[in-house]
């Protein structure tokens, strides 16, 4: 009889045993938390709270010039010439491309490590930017400018490149947390789009949630019915 009983308990103990493992490697399905998804990074936005000031009104992006820059970099030291070329530079970009210059940026780099066919004599590499106004005639006037302001610090005609890239569509050139493509909207129709669309994902989320819940109650019921 007492051999017949530790029987009976061995063999409840190991289908106990197996039980608990089976409920154990079921497949447990991460519950989301239900939070406020945060706003579309590509949404539109007729202006940026904290921009900052504007030369020009922003109700219409696509009607604005757009982005005309100057990066230039080179090997000399300009010391306190640098910030009255950086204006001139500035003017230059604005008068030839037919841009205003509240729009134009200028960078400069200079005392950069650079050499020109092995050479480190004075030399310059400059790179312009801008949404069209890249053609020919422009390109000719902003180039004999440029150069002709680096010859101020011993920079030859021959030792300097000067690239012009247009950028193309105006969606390409972001600006005041939007891009340059941005058309007038009102701003309470764009606002309540937003919350339509926040509202859409709300709701999804939450059905997300009520078919997991529903397949974990379906996946027990399988599991006790089959103990």
């Known amino acids: 009889m007492a051999a017949v009983l530790r029987t009976s308990h061995t063999a409840f103990v190991a289908k106990a045993g197996a039980r608990v493992g089976a409920r154990d490697a079921r497949r447990v399905v991460p519950r989301r938390a239900l939070v406020t998804p945060l706003p579309r990074t590509c949404r ?12 020009c ?16 970099h080179t090997n000399v030291k300009m010391g306190d010439k640098k910030k009255d070329f950086m204006k001139a530079a500035s003017k230059a970009v604005a008068d030839c491309l037919g841009k205003p210059e509240s729009f134009v940026v200028v960078a400069v780099l200079d005392e950069q490590d650079m050499i020109w066919g092995g050479d480190d004599s004075p030399c310059a590499l400059c790179n312009v930017a ?8 422009n390109n000719t006037a902003l180039s004999g400018a440029i150069t002709a302001l680096m010859s101020d610090f011993d920079v030859l005609p021959s030792r300097m490149y000067t690239n012009f890239w ?3 569509p105006r969606e390409n050139c972001g600006y005041n947390g939007v891009t340059f493509a941005e058309g007038a909207r009102p701003v309470v129709a764009a606002e309540e789009e937003e919350e339509e669309e926040e509202e859409e994902e709300e709701e999804e989320i939450v059905e997300e949630e009520e078919e997991e819940e529903e397949e974990e109650e379906e996946e027990e019921e399988e599991e006790e019915e089959e103990e």
Not at 130 to 137: A, F, K, M, P, T
Request: net charge negative; glycine share 12%; aromatic share 2%.
């Open 44 to 55: 539109r936005a007729s202006t940026v709270a904290g921009a900052g000031p504007s030369p």
């Open 57 to 72: 009104d922003l109700s219409d992006l696509s009607k604005l010039p757009g982005d005309p820059s100057l990066v230039l």
């Open 130 to 137: 801008s949404l069209g106004s890249i053609n020919y005639e």
């Open 166 to 168: 247009d950028i193309g």
